[in-house]
């Protein structure tokens, strides 16, 4: 399969690195792409991301597990992943008025109930 690369910029993503030592699946990852930026998906636990957040689930954070809380993690080496989870839960506390907040993602499986109850 060969699909043109226009829906997601090879150049300004990992897929760029892709492209150069998997083609065949990196053509796939396009496709990909291309359907999400030309249909629409009416399924709840389905949820487009923007670029940035593409960007983000590419990058060395994506390697690490980080199971638990801020500064009580089950693992070490996740004093990284504490600011970013600090500032995600900031931003939803200022977003929302909130005095508290949640970032941790639960499952797509809660969408779906949600949307058939």
């Known amino acids: 399969m060969s699909v043109t690369h ?9 897929l760029g690195v892709l492209l150069r030592q998997d ?3 990196a053509d796939i990852l396009f496709a990909e792409g291309r359907r999400q930026a030309t249909t629409l998906q009416l399924i709840a636990a389905e949820n487009f991301t923007s670029p940035a957040v ?6 060395p954070l ?7 809380y801020p500064g009580a993690r089950h693992h070490g080496g996740c004093e990284i992943v504490d ?4 500032l995600a839960a900031q931003r ?5 008025g909130a005095e508290h907040a949640n970032v ?6 809660s969408a779906v109930l949600a949307a058939y109850a």
Do not use: C, M, T, W
Request: glycine share 8%; hydrophobic share 40%.
């Open 54 to 59: 593409l960007a983000a689930l590419g990058s």
């Open 83 to 86: 600011v970013a989870e600090r």
């Open 104 to 109: 941790q993602p639960h499952s797509g499986s």
């Open 23 to 25: 083609p065949e699946l």
């Open 62 to 68: 994506a390697n690490k597990y980080a199971e638990g």
């Open 92 to 96: 939803a506390q200022d977003l929302f």
């Open 6 to 14: 226009d829906i997601i910029e090879a150049d300004d993503s990992s």
